[in-house]
């Protein structure tokens, strides 16, 4: 889906750049190896998000040979499983629990590797629907990381090649007013 098919579906309310509406989180991937300089611009990008204290929490474990997938395959869940099995790319995002706002910080690095994944011609799809459990002992992830999300990177292809039921979900989706995210001197429902 190019950037004006997906104004379709998204129009912000106050002015901002047009890569936070274009990034969405498609299921249908190309079965097409990601050239080197496009996937490590994504993670020099998640490098360079803010953290507290500059402790940088998060770390990336990819899969991008067939044996890697595989075995990232077995830990996720069977409807994430159907459309997943396709990307060239799998990256399990982990955060170091020392520091205090690792998962805050980890969620800004995911965030500016999920736009700079846009600007390379690349999609991303972030899913929490996987075993953590098995994801932990399959990649021997020691106790003192957390496990965040599990994120499908590649080219996006037609929708046609996803599950009928699936096809119906292959576009972008809208938000909730920012007035109704955004509240001034206290809590209110």
Known sequence: MNASEVKQY???DYEIDEAFLERWSPRSFQEKEIAEEDLM????AAR???SAMNMQPW???IARTEEDRERFHSFVMDGNRK???KAPVLALIISDKEDATHAFDTGAAWGFLSL???RNGLITHAMGG???DQ?????GIPEEYEIQALVAIGYQDEKEKLEEEMQKREQPSPRRPVKESVMEGSFRA
Do not use: D
């Open 116 to 118: 700079q994944a846009r």
């Open 83 to 85: 459309w997943c099995e």
């Open 10 to 12: 998204r129009k912000a």
């Open 41 to 44: 611009g994504v993670f020099e």
């Open 135 to 139: 994801a932990r002992e399959t990649l």
């Open 59 to 61: 770390r990336f474990i």
């Open 130 to 132: 996987f075993y953590k």
């Open 48 to 50: 360079w998000a803010p």
